[in-house]
Every structure is written in structure tokens, then in C-alpha cells.
């Protein structure tokens, strides 16, 4: 495995680099001040301002892998670039590049027909509209995914879709124009073959916003997290995605590059908070020392950097799979780095936060809400138990037929 930069990659990183000095961090406390002020589920100035700065430089959808359509990186070559994109809160949203969008994209770009192609992926790859993914749902145990509830039912050449979402991120922004609602259609059919993934407009009738979901106080605004109730929502039956009872088979096509991206912007995350951690420990006196050289801190600044390049090198690991032998294949990988990049994460953010000491729990740093958002992202797209679940599977697996 080489993961050394092609020459095309290393200049996307510089140019990103580059770009997130000059204008992503500046700007963060600005972003902060217009949610403040305004209405806060309208979006920013600001960040519309980034976007049309780093659409005019070339910087956009960079990370749909090997298409035509983005800037046809693998997803190891995309790797790094998503590194520094989630050193800050704004995230990858200035370059177009931010879930749920990505995955929506993904979708659409493999299992769309040409007329949804055209309705939807086309805006959404100019960024005029956003999306979102309605899956979880909060009266089942949705770490179960076949547990999903909610009814999508034929009715003629329409869909009626019945039923409660939760954790819907981006549905609170009045940007967001299409769900793709997964449901039970066949119930039926084979256990992943009962699920169908079906395109709704957020204004059909039928779609309620029901209110944004704080995470850990925060509300995210104006992406946010929202809870959406379908009642009897009808949409076109050429609405469905790939085909009846294909939706988890779409799942698994989506979450692959999804956790990848997630778990690479999780190791930015981190990145930044030893950064933060280092200069604080550097720059702040107690009993006549540095915080570095009080209380095994420089330990703490060592393991943090360690931690931080093994869950680095795991992750450009399962994206070189995913490029050479396919998302099945690196199955297992990609369930590894699901659980280790925000669990390192967190354990970075957590050590940064106590060397600040009560700065670190303040609005004053970014070091709280980066904590909230990876303790979440222990939950989305599956919790830690089942990507463990499948990693201890896959390693029995190739000892269960020598068992006696």
C-alpha cells in the first residue's frame, strides 16, 4: 500500500489548506454570530460566501470518487483532503462536500434514474438545494436496521408512505428540498429484501417537520437534526431508487464512503484539538511550570499523537481497499475505523479539553461541541456494538470450518 500524495492530490491539499487559512477559520466566528443574531434555520451569509469563493477556485465536489461529476479522486486519494476539511465546525459544507449531501449524491449518481438525475443530483451538485436521509426511527431500536417500521405502500402507480424519522440530519435547513425515505414495502420478502428507498420532496403533503433535535444542547442550526412524521405522503411509484425491496442493498453501496469521509474528518478533528492542546499547555504557567511539564501532560500530548496517526494510517488502509477489492471485501475495515477514528478522537478532544481547564467547556473554544459531535457520531451510521459485532464475525469466520 503507498499512500504517498500523487501530485494532483498534494495540490488539492495545499489549495485546501490554503483556503481553510484564508477564509473556513476566520470565518467560524462569524458563522457563530449570524446564527446568533438572525433567524437561525435561514442559512448565512457567510457561509454562502465560502461557498461561491471555493466553487469559483475549483474546490468543489471533490469527493465523489471516479466520476466525471466531482474531481475524480479514489477514496484514498480523497482521504486526506476530508482530514482537513473536519478540522473545523463549518465542516466541508464551503466546498459542497458535506453529509448527508455526500452520500445522498453518491446515491443518486449510482442508482438514479436520468429524470431523477436531472430533478435532483444536478442542483445538489451545484449546491443550490440541500437533502437529507430519513432512516432511524425513534419507537424501534434502529441499531437493528430491519427493525425500521415505517410503511411505503403501492397504491397503483403511487407511493403512500406512512410513518415517524428521527435524527434526519439537515431537515430543519430550508434548503433541504429531497428526502430519501428507507421503509418497509415487503414485509413479506426476505429479511434485507423487504425495504424499499424512495425519493420525497420535502413539500409533498403529508411531510411534517416535526421540530429539531438538540445534541447535547446544541441545535446544529440551521442544519440541525430533525424528527419528520409522514402521514399518508403520496409520491410517483418511478419515485423508488434502484428497485422494490432494494433498499438495503443501496445501504450498503452509501454507508461505505459515508464512514470513510466521517472517520477522516473525525482524525482532523483531532489533529486540531493536539494543536490546541499543545499550544495551551506551551502558553499557560502553574507552579512555576508549563502545563506540558506538569501532571504527565507531555504523555498525554505523546499519546494523543500516536493514537492519532495509527487510527490515520487504519483509515487510509480501509479507503485503499475499498478502491482495490470493493466494499464488501473491506467490510471488515471499514466496521474497524468506524469505531477507532471517534473513539481516538474523543480521547484527544477529552485530554485537550482538561488541559484548558474550565476554557475548555466554554463556548470560548471549539473543544466542547467537538466533543459532543463525535460522542454522536458513536451512534450514526451504526453504533460501535455492531461495527465490533461485525468485526468479531468476520475474524470467527475464517477459523469456524478448521473448528472441530
Not at 413479506?188 to 420532496?201: E, F, G, K, T
Not at 429539531?212 to 424528527?227: Q, R, S
Request: glycine share 8%; hydrophobic share 40%; with cysteine.
Amino acid at each position: 500500500m503507498d499512500f504517498a500524495y500523487s501530485p494532483k492530490v498534494q495540490a488539492l491539499r495545499e489549495r485546501v489548506i490554503a483556503f481553510m487559512d484564508a477564509y473556513v477559520y476566520p470565518a467560524e466566528a462569524i458563522f457563530e454570530q449570524q446564527v446568533a443574531e438572525g433567524d437561525r434555520w435561514q442559512p448565512t451569509a457567510i457561509m454562502e460566501e465560502l461557498k461561491f469563493k471555493a466553487q469559483a477556485e475549483g474546490l468543489w465536489n471533490l469527493f465523489l470518487p471516479e466520476s466525471e461529476l466531482g474531481a475524480g479522486l479514489t477514496n484514498l486519494q480523497y482521504a486526506p483532503l476530508a482530514e482537513i476539511m473536519g478540522r473545523s465546525m463549518l465542516g466541508s459544507e464551503p466546498f459542497n462536500c458535506s453529509a448527508p449531501d455526500t452520500g445522498n449524491m453518491e446515491v443518486l449518481v449510482r442508482y438514479a434514474t436520468g429524470q431523477q438525475k436531472q430533478q435532483w443530483l444536478e442542483p445538489l451538485l451545484r449546491g443550490e438545494i440541500r437533502s437529507a436521509f430519513a432512516m432511524t426511527e425513534p419507537e424501534v431500536a434502529s441499531s437493528d436496521a430491519t427493525n425500521m417500521a415505517a410503511r411505503a405502500v403501492r397504491d397503483g402507480d403511487e407511493w403512500v408512505i406512512n410513518g415517524r424519522k428521527w435524527w434526519t440530519s439537515g431537515a430543519c435547513d430550508p434548503r433541504c428540498k429531497i428526502l430519501i425515505f428507507m421503509g418497509m414495502s415487503h414485509p413479506d420478502n426476505a429479511r434485507h429484501q423487504q425495504h424499499s428507498m424512495i425519493l420525497v420532496p420535502v413539500e409533498t403533503p403529508g411531510v411534517n417537520i416535526v421540530r429539531p433535535l438538540p445534541v447535547f444542547g446544541y441545535d446544529d442550526a440551521p442544519h440541525g437534526h430533525a424528527e419528520v412524521q409522514f402521514n399518508n405522503v403520496r409520491v410517483p411509484y418511478e419515485n423508488v431508487l434502484l428497485g422494490e425491496g432494494r433498499g438495503f442493498e443501496i445501504a450498503q453501496g452509501r454507508l461505505g464512503p459515508g464512514r470513510i469521509h466521517h472517520c477522516m474528518r473525525s482524525i482532523g478533528m483531532a489533529e486540531r484539538a493536539l494543536e490546541l492542546m499543545c499550544q495551551r499547555s506551551l502558553q499557560r504557567t502553574a507552579f512555576g511550570k508549563p502545563l506540558a511539564r506538569l501532571g504527565g501532560n507531555i504523555d498525554k500530548i505523546a499519546d494523543s499523537r500516536m493514537e492519532i496517526d495509527m487510527a490515520r494510517l487504519l483509515t487510509l488502509k480501509a479507503a485503499y481497499m475499498m478502491d482495490t477489492v470493493g466494499n464488501k471485501v473491506a467490510k471488515s475495515e471499514i466496521a474497524q475505523i468506524k469505531v477507532v477514528a471517534p473513539n481516538v478522537a474523543l480521547k484527544v478532544i477529552d485530554r485537550a479539553i482538561q488541559i484548558h481547564g474550565g476554557a475548555g467547556v466554554s463556548q470560548d473554544f471549539p473543544l466542547a461541541y467537538m466533543y459532543a459531535m463525535q460522542r454522536t457520531l458513536r451512534l450514526a451510521d451504526g453504533p460501535d456494538e455492531v461495527h465490533r459485532a461485525a468485526v468479531g464475525k468476520f475474524e470467527l469466520a475464517k477459523y469456524a470450518q478448521a473448528a472441530p
